[in-house]
Each structure stands twice: as C-alpha cells, then as structure tokens.
C-alpha cells in the first residue's frame, strides 16, 4: 500500500466527514484535500521536487493534518523538527536534511529566525499567521494556489518522513521511512487496537509531529476525526473528551499519570475513551490503577524507537492482571506484536535463552529503511539478515514478556523525551570554567527518569549550578537541561580503558536493580 493512495481514498470516502477541529473551528475531508492539493502546488510552484526534504516546526494546530496529508501527496520527505529543541539543533537538523522549506508559525519564527537564516540549503520559510508582510504568509500562499490534485507520482520506495533524533555522539541522526515502511506501521496499529470507524475521535494531546501521528493514516482510513490540544492540560484534556466524546489517544506515561490522577477526574463522563496508548516508559501500579479507576480496561503500551516501530505491546488484559495479581507485568514492555520479530543476542551476536539478559534486536515490516545519508550509521544499526540493533538491554521471560532494563548507550528518557547525556556534556564544556563533565539519569516521581550532570570546576572557579543550569537550557533547551549539577573538584571515575564511568556514577544516585537468578551478557 501507498500512503498516497490511502490518503486520497480517505479523502474521497469520507469527504463530507469531519477530519480535524480545533475549538470552533472544524475541518471536513473535502477542506483538507482542497488544501493539501494547494500546499502541493504552491510548493511545486517555487520548484521543489518530489523527494526534496521539506521541514515543519509547530505545535499541534488545524493546519497539523494538512501538511502531513500534503507533503505525503506530493512525495516529499517530511522532516519534523522538535518544537522543544534549541535554535542550534533545529539549525544542525535543516542543515544535515537539507531541507529546502520549512513551514512553521510565527511563535516559532520570531524565536528562531536567525537560525533559519544560517541554514546552509533552506530556500523559503512558510509562516502561519505571519505578522510582517515581508514573511511568506502560509495561508496567503494556499490561497494563491491551484486546487486541482497533481498527481504526483508516488512509488511505495519513496522517503515518507525523516525521523530526527540525536545520536550517543550529539550529531543528528534521522531514520528513514518509506511510503510501504509506514503502510506497515499503519496495519501493525490497525491489529493492536480496537477497531477504528468514522465515529471514534482521536485526542491530539501530544505533537503530531511525532509519536501521536503513528496512527494518523489508520483514523483517515477509517474516517475517523481529530480534535486538537495545542498545549497539554490535564484538566482541558478532561474536558475535551467528556464533551468531544474522544475514544482514542496517544500519550507519554507523564501525560496519562497527571490525567488519572487529577483531583477532579472523577467529575468527567470518559465513558467514551476506547484506547489510550502510552510509550517512553512503564507506569507505575498506582497509576494503571488510577487509570483503570477513571477511564476502564482502555491502556494500550507499545515498546518501539523511530527507527523500528511498534516492536511490541501491553494490552489492557495484560494492565488488568498487573493491576490485581502481578505487578511486575507492569514493569514489562508487552509481546511482540504481529509483524514483530524478536530476539536477544550476546555480545556476539549470538540468542540467548529466556531470562537472560542481551542487547534487544528487531525486524518489523515498519522498520526505516537506513539513516539518512549515513551509510555507515546504516550499517551499525542494520545487521545482515535485517534487524535493527535498538542498542536497548532486556530479556524475555518465559511467558513472552518483553523487559527493558537499561539503554546500551545511556540514553535518558524524561517525561516520554529522548535525552543523550552527550547534549548536556557538551552545552557544560562550552563554559570555561568546566573541566569534565558528564550526565546521568536518576529516577523522578513524575519523569520516569531526570537528567543529572557531575561537573569538575577547574581550580579557582567560582561558576555556580545555576548558571550552569542556564547555560544548558540556552544551549539545548529546556527539556535537555539537567535540573541538577553537582560540583566537585576530584577527577571523575574513569574505567580500565581511560574513559569517564557513567555506571560507577549512576551507582551513587540510582543503584543497579537486582537480577536476581539471571546471567547478564552483552551489557
């Protein structure tokens, strides 16, 4: 299946359906067509190909379907760049794309404009509500466009989107996906959840951009419609699907626990919430209790990366017997899903037995397709029979539960964000007054997990943690900042190699849990 295809048949189906609202204002299929098929042609019109990489930076808005719809119809790559990152990596992302548009708003190119400015291969900035009439306005273009649908041919090999996210080294990496890698990933979703019909309505709450779009194309197929939450709050959220009658969701495990837990949350009808699917962590049993108190037997977690998605799931069977027998079910990342193979291998490359503890390889049908201009990257992640090294460590048990225990290469995941302990070491390095640095993640009530930096002063320093801690949000954003450093003025440990150990550091904030009766290889 082509995405192109599926779009345009959800356009012709459901034409006369509601596709997407934001407040009082809503969207029918027909309008979006009609405005996809314009972004299509006012692109085609500044000379960008199919193929090209065209850029989007906004937070969720009715114009959210469109561009995605558009740019799959005119077989662009769309390359989403992180609304919560800083100007430097949204620069480091358009450049390593070479992307030649980008559309975004006037919030984010009032902040940023200096930094689109220096992107080396970016030819025309589309602004949503532009505020300077020397600005391509975003609806002033659509408007001037031809409506009729190019047809622009789509082969089912073409770059879909690019998956941005920064690699152990700092450096932007982006997974690419295809039009038939992401047909895959539509009927993995369509397998695993409840039977989506033009009835359910999905509750945007997180960025489109990423994660909650996963299952954008399933709702066009089916006919479903969007209602949008540009800013999460759990009490608008609350609200909105009490009085949108929402049935579908995607959020990250911090989104879910502050909506079950709300003080008012029993004040709601969620009677008509089918499934809300978390990823990014496990949840706690206070909260899937909570939840189920709330909203029922309705939560769905996947276990994935951008680069091969969904890998597996935990069902609400699966919730409901963690909930009342066994909690540790809990802790688990669910089976393999359908189209999902599965395995766990030595440092040699070798499967190792249920129960024991190995670096997590996967095949889906929806894996990307390589890392983008990065063949090398390509091969370290991709073995020769076609798994991708996820670089993630955990076991299977013997009933088929899958159990991530640690991440190979450090990665901190706070609040469902991906956040590489080398963004915040190099943001302290810039400060001259830093000799080492280096950043862990440590548990938090709320997070999951936070970032922790240990910083080595050189001699006579007077540099305070605060300022470091301003530093880093300047440099990387507020989402990568630590909310902790720690100063000190001994060396930091280093292991046998002469490298820094984040294990032995980790050791002092977050002791090793237990494996008890599990041999640990490869990690």
């Not at 690019?162 to 979703?189: F, I, K, Q």
């Not at 949108?244 to 837990?261: G, H, I, K, Q, Y």
């Not at 890998?311 to 899903?337: F, M, W």
């Amino acid at each position: 299946m082509i995405i192109a295809d599926l779009i345009r048949r959800a356009f012709a189906t459901h034409a006369d359906r509601p596709a997407i609202a934001s407040g009082d204002v809503v969207v029918s299929y027909a309008q979006v067509a009609d405005r996809s098929y314009r972004l299509v042609n006012a692109l085609r019109e500044r000379g960008i190909a199919p193929g090209d990489r065209v850029a989007t930076l906004a937070a969720n808005n009715v114009t959210s379907l469109e561009v995605i719809t558009g740019l799959a119809l005119g077989g662009y790559a769309r390359t989403a760049l992180h609304a919560m990152n800083s100007g430097e990596a949204h620069l480091q992302m358009l450049d390593a794309s070479g992307a030649r548009v980008l559309l975004t708003t006037m919030d984010f190119y009032s902040r940023f404009h200096s930094e689109f400015a220096a992107a080396t291969q970016l030819e025309h900035v589309l602004v949503l509500g532009a505020a300077d009439p020397a600005l391509l306005d975003y609806e002033a273009v659509l408007a001037a466009a031809d409506p009729a649908d190019a047809a622009v041919p789509v082969s089912a090999d073409d770059i879909l989107h690019l998956a941005y996210s920064s690699g152990s080294t700092g450096t932007p990496r982006a997974s690419v996906h295809t039009h038939e890698s992401w047909s895959a990933v539509t009927v993995d979703h369509a397998t695993m959840l409840p039977r989506i019909t033009p009835e359910d309505v999905y509750l945007a709450a997180a960025p489109l951009t990423h994660a909650a779009s996963t299952v954008i194309f399933l709702l066009l197929a089916r006919g479903a419609s969007i209602q949008i939450l540009e800013h999460f709050d759990p009490a608008d959220a609350l609200s909105l699907i009490e009085r949108e009658r929402c049935s579908l969701t995607v959020m990250v495990p911090t989104m879910l626990a502050s909506l079950a837990t709300h003080p008012d949350v029993g004040r709601y009808d969620l009677s008509s919430m089918r499934a809300i699917v978390y990823a990014g962590a496990p949840i706690s049993a206070a909260t899937a209790r909570a939840a189920q108190q709330a909203l029922g037997d309705v939560l769905f977690q996947t276990y994935g990366q951008s680069e091969c998605l969904p890998v597996s799931c935990l069902t609400p069977e699966d919730h409901a017997l963690g909930v009342t027998t066994d909690e540790k079910i809990l802790t688990s990342a669910g089976r393999p899903c359908l189209n999902a193979q599965l395995k766990i291998v030595d440092e040699a490359g070798q499967p190792v037995e249920a129960g024991r503890v190995g670096e997590i390889l996967v095949s889906t049908l929806g894996r990307m397709r390589g890392i983008y201009a990065d063949p090398i990257a390509t091969a370290e992640r991709i073995t020769e029979d076609g798994f991708v090294r996820t670089n993630d460590i955990g076991y299977l048990d013997e009933r088929g539960l899958l159990f991530v225990v640690d991440r190979k290469n450090d990665m901190i995941i706070s609040g469902g964000f991906n956040i590489w302990p080398a963004e915040i070491e190099t943001a302290l390095l810039r400060h001259p007054d830093v000799a080492e640095a280096i950043a862990i993640g440590i548990p938090h009530p709320r997070w999951g997990e936070t970032p922790v930096a240990i910083v080595v002063t050189r001699p006579g320093s007077a540099v305070q943690a605060d300022e470091l801690i301003e530093l880093c949000k300047a440099q990387i954003g507020s989402m990568k900042k630590p909310t902790q450093i720690v100063l000190r003025t001994d060396p930091l440990p280093r292991n046998e190699f002469g490298k820094l150990s984040r294990r032995a550091l980790r050791e002092q904030f977050w002791p090793a849990a237990s494996l008890p009766d599990r041999q640990v290889s490869g990690a």
